[in-house]
Structures are given as structure tokens and as C-alpha cells.
């Protein structure tokens, strides 16, 4: 059974352009959240999602980030006119249920130079 | 809200030794689970152990076992017999009640391991 995919590991943007962020989650499993991680420091929540419907998006920034994960496909981070300030570690997590031990991808490192 | 707090930011250990790391956390909530995760240089999230809050007996796996301690919100994780591929910044998590399994996670503790 694969585990939590992401892609790309590595993205470099430019400020003022926007970065996609995919994560495929393991076979099975309809929950998926979504952690930012600042140099040096824990992972922050950011959105919670279900198969076409965002249940909780409480750490997301109120602009320029949105997220989706649609009934076909991978999950989507989007990040609009990027900054410098959104250089950081995006991890993506699957389970298959609330409640349950989540399981991590290897992450995509965003660099906005 | 939910807090957690790893008082420790490195710690350090020799080979074959035993290490305990902290943790402290709050909610307001009667049901949650609580998490060890271990990130290495790959950055690679790992989960170590888990525990569910209803449950007395200490959680196990292998070498790491924890102490949970639910009146006092503690819940150090112990690695026993350590080894060089330990080596890892842990992080310690809880998610329980409205949080919909979200994950809040503490600042981390980097594990130094001597051979």
C-alpha cells in the first residue's frame, strides 16, 4: 500500500506568482489535512478536508490560500501572488477516518525567492 | 483550545541508554488521543505511538512506551536501548473533540544520539 504522495517536493516561485501543492492520499483513506511548518518550528494546522467538502479551514490564511480535494484527483494547495513570508514545509496527512492516527507525506518544501 | 507544550527543545543520549521526553498539554476535552511523532533529517513525519485518553494501560511499540498521566496532562515518551537511528526532532500531538482530528502539535525536541 503506497503511502501519502506529494508533489512536487520542491518548488521554487517567484513573489507575485502562484504555487500549486498536490497530495495523493494512501488508498483507502477520504481524510485529508493539510500542516505548514516554518523553519524551526511545530507543524501548524491549516485545513481539513473530505471528498468535496472542506470541514475545517480554521489555520488557513484568509487570503491568497485555498484548498480543495475533489471526488476524482489529488488534494490541492493553491497559493495565490506568493511571498517571501510563505517559504515553508507543506506536509500533507491522510487517515481514514476522524479521530485516527494520520499519516504524513514526505512534504513539499516552497521556496519564494 | 488546545495546547501542547515540550519544555525540552534538545536532549541528548549515548547509544544503548535510555531517554524520556516531555510533554504537557490542555484541552477542555474528556475524549482525545495523543500522538509522538518523529521527524528525522529526511523531514519525513513518522508516527512513533499513539494513546487514547479513555484508556489507563500506557501505550508500547517496541522500544518507546509512554507515561501518561491524565490528571497531571503529561505524556512523556521513553526509548529505551537507543539507538543512532533515533536521531530526530520529536514532536509531540493531540487532536479530541471539536477538533475534528486535527492535529496540534508542540515546538519539538531534538534527540541527540552518541555512539
Known amino acids: 500500500n503506497a503511502g501519502v504522495m506529494q508533489n512536487p517536493r520542491h518548488l521554487v516561485r517567484r513573489r507575485g506568482q502562484e504555487a500549486r501543492l498536490r497530495c495523493s492520499p494512501m488508498k483507502g483513506h477520504s481524510h485529508v489535512y493539510w500542516y505548514r511548518q516554518l523553519p524551526e518550528e511545530g507543524l501548524k494546522f491549516m485545513v481539513y478536508l473530505q471528498k468535496e467538502n472542506i470541514i475545517d479551514e480554521s489555520g488557513m490564511p484568509k487570503e491568497r490560500f485555498s484548498a480543495e480535494f475533489p471526488k476524482e484527483g489529488p488534494s490541492i494547495l493553491r497559493i495565490q501572488q506568493v511571498v517571501r513570508g510563505d517559504s515553508a514545509a507543506y506536509f500533507c496527512?491522510?487517515?481514514?477516518?476522524?479521530?485516527?492516527?494520520?499519516?504524513f507525506g514526505p512534504g513539499t518544501r516552497l521556496t519564494v525567492t | 483550545a488546545q495546547t501542547v507544550t515540550q519544555s525540552q527543545p534538545e536532549m541528548s543520549v549515548q547509544e544503548a541508554e535510555t531517554v524520556t521526553l516531555s510533554c504537557t498539554y490542555d484541552?477542555?476535552?474528556?475524549?482525545?488521543?495523543l500522538f509522538w511523532y518523529k521527524q528525522p533529517p529526511s523531514r519525513q513525519m513518522i508516527l512513533v505511538i499513539r494513546q487514547e485518553a479513555y484508556k489507563q494501560q500506557n501505550a508500547t511499540e517496541n522500544r518507546f512506551s509512554v507515561n501518561f498521566q491524565k490528571a497531571a496532562k503529561s505524556f512523556s515518551l521513553k526509548i529505551s536501548d537507543s539507538q543512532l537511528g533515533d536521531a530526530a526532532m520529536y514532536f509531540c500531538?493531540?487532536?479530541?473533540?471539536?477538533?475534528?482530528?486535527?492535529?496540534?502539535f508542540g515546538q519539538g525536541t531534538i534527540l541527540t544520539v552518541h555512539p
Open positions: 500531538a493531540l487532536t479530541g473533540g471539536t477538533s475534528y482530528g486535527k492535529l496540534t
Open positions: 484541552t477542555s476535552e474528556s475524549d482525545y488521543y
Open positions: 496527512a491522510s487517515s481514514p477516518r476522524d479521530f485516527y492516527e494520520q499519516y
